[in-house]
C-alpha cells in the first residue's frame, strides 16, 4: 500500500535555531514530491521536487529529494515564530489514477 | 481575485442529513479537488476532476458525490451524513503549467468544518 511518512511528528524549537524535517515514501509509480505548509487553515505550497539531488531554495527554507533513499528533507534556517505551522509532504502517483498521497504532518513550534 | 473560496465555512448536520459545499475558483484552472482532513490521518483525496464535465474518484469517495457542471465550481454532496464524515474539507486546484492532475502545486481553499451529529 502506498504511503508517506513524516518524522517527526512534533517538534518544539527556539528562534534562531535550525530544523530539519523528514519525508519517507512508498509509492509505485513516483512522479513527484511536494512540500506544504499549514497554519491556521489551507495549505499553501512551498516546493515541488521531481528530481534527486537538485536543492530546492526560497528564502530560509530549503528542500532536497533523494529517491534513492525515497525520502525528502525540508530545512528551516534561523526559524522564527512566523514558522510555527504544520509541514505537509505529498507525493505523486502517477501510475493508473494519478493519486497525491500526503503524510500525517511534521507540527513546528517556534518559541521566543 | 478571490482565488479558491469555499461556502459554508461551518456547518453542523443530523445523521442522515444531506448537504452541499460548494468551491469555486476564479483562476481559471482545470483541475480540482476536494480532500478531507482528520487529525492524526493528513489530507485524504475524496474525488477530483480534471475539467469541466469530469470527476473521478479519489481515495476515501464512499459517502459522497461530485459534479463539475461549470469550470468554476466543484461540488461536494453528501446524501446522507454519518458521523464519520466529521472533518474539514478542503477543495484546491491546479492549472496553467499542470501536464496531469496532480503534476503542478495545488491552491486550497479556506476549508468547512463539518460536524454531523
Known amino acids: 500500500e502506498d504511503k508517506v511518512v513524516q518524522s517527526p511528528l512534533s517538534l518544539v524549537v527556539h528562534e534562531g535555531d535550525t530544523v530539519t524535517l523528514n519525508c519517507s515514501y512508498e509509492v509505485t509509480n513516483f512522479r513527484s514530491l511536494l512540500w506544504y505548509k499549514q497554519e491556521k487553515k489551507a495549505p499553501t505550497f512551498l516546493f515541488m521536487l521531481t528530481s534527486s539531488g537538485i536543492e530546492k531554495k526560497s528564502g530560509r527554507l530549503s528542500s532536497i529529494l533523494d529517491k534513492k533513499e525515497l525520502s525528502s528533507i525540508l530545512n528551516i534556517t534561523a526559524t522564527q515564530t512566523g514558522d510555527s505551522a504544520i509541514y505537509l509532504c505529498a507525493v505523486e502517483d502517477s501510475y493508473n489514477t494519478d493519486k497525491l498521497i500526503f503524510g500525517t504532518g511534521t507540527r513546528l513550534q517556534v518559541f521566543p | 481575485n478571490a482565488g479558491v473560496t469555499q461556502t459554508p465555512k461551518f456547518r453542523v448536520l443530523k445523521t442522515g442529513q444531506s448537504m452541499t459545499l460548494l468551491c469555486a475558483q476564479d483562476?481559471?484552472?482545470?483541475?480540482m479537488y476536494w480532500y478531507r482532513q482528520d487529525p492524526g490521518m493528513g489530507l485524504r483525496l475524496i474525488h477530483y476532476?480534471?475539467?469541466?464535465?469530469?470527476?473521478a474518484k479519489g481515495e476515501v469517495p464512499d459517502g459522497y458525490n461530485v459534479s463539475r457542471l461549470k469550470k468554476q465550481n466543484f461540488l461536494l454532496g453528501l446524501e446522507s451524513a454519518a458521523p464519520s464524515q466529521t472533518s474539514v474539507y478542503f477543495c484546491a486546484t491546479s492549472g496553467p503549467g499542470a501536464t496531469a492532475p496532480f503534476s503542478y502545486e495545488q491552491y486550497f481553499g479556506p476549508g468547512t468544518r463539518l460536524t454531523v451529529t
Open positions: 476532476s480534471v475539467g469541466e464535465g469530469t470527476t
Open positions: 483562476m481559471n484552472h482545470e483541475y
